[in-house]
């Protein structure tokens, strides 16, 4: 069974800074996926990227980067310049074979001014 | 384009109530999912249809909840009779595709449910 664990449970900083979210994931699928979601204190829950097992490549979208390692089962993620907005609960996810998605635990995020 | 639909928004009911939660997928996507969201438990996947099928209930708490999925556009969350345990944000989510995919799903706002 697939598990994602999410080690921090709340982050601090302050704005401009920026924040690095760990996501550690158990699997022996050799093809899945990985996506990182927001969820303000509004409640709805926001997609922000995916990246799939197969391709390592990291990237840049904006301030958003991530760091996807599969020889240590890790997908991190890291807002750059963070500002008050960024606020939020973010979730790791993962999927394999099927359409399940497992979700971590969160980590909260509070961005002060 | 309009998303995942939920309604209602907040439901307070007491306890015994039928309760049922509504979905509208985004159109064309083929896969609807159904979460429930708690303090204890995180996310957790309730059921999930592919093309108007459950596929998988596994993780319909007990016989008090049920699920259906009459059409493409169109999903039911029933709970009868509801339990103050059942307090919960419940999401709708939908994407394309089914099975091994890498398509993303995509959330509704939630229907935050309170059974006095």
């Known amino acids: 069974a697939q598990k994602v664990t999410q080690a921090q449970t709340e982050i601090s900083v302050v704005e401009k800074e920026d924040v690095t979210l760990d996501c550690v994931y158990e699997t022996r699928d050799t093809t899945y996926y990985l996506f990182w979601y927001k969820q303000p204190p509004s409640g709805e829950l926001v997609f922000l990227i995916r990246?799939?097992?197969?391709?390592?490549q990291n990237e840049i979208s904006g301030r958003y980067s991530w760091n996807f390692q599969k020889s240590t089962s890790s997908f991190n993620f890291t807002i750059t310049a963070s500002q008050v907005v960024d606020s939020a609960v973010y979730f790791c996810a993962f999927k394999a074979a099927g359409n399940k998605l497992t979700f971590g635990g969160g980590t909260r995020v509070l961005v002060k001014p | 384009d309009a998303g995942v639909i939920q309604s209602p928004r907040h439901e307070v009911t007491e306890m015994g109530q039928e309760v049922t939660l509504r979905c509208k997928p985004i159109?064309?996507?083929?896969?609807l999912f159904w979460y429930r969201q708690t303090m204890m438990r995180g996310l957790e996947l309730l059921i999930y249809f592919n093309n108007n099928v459950p596929i998988d209930d596994s993780g319909m708490p007990e016989d008090r909840f049920s699920a259906k999925m009459p059409n493409a556009s169109f999903s039911t969350l029933k709970i009868q009779p509801s339990e103050p345990r059942d307090s919960a944000v419940y999401f709708c989510a939908s994407s394309l595709g089914t099975g091994n995919s890498n398509q993303p799903q995509h959330f509704g706002d939630g229907t935050r449910l309170s059974i006095l």
């Open positions: 159109s064309g996507h083929n896969s």
């Open positions: 990246r799939n097992s197969f391709d390592e």
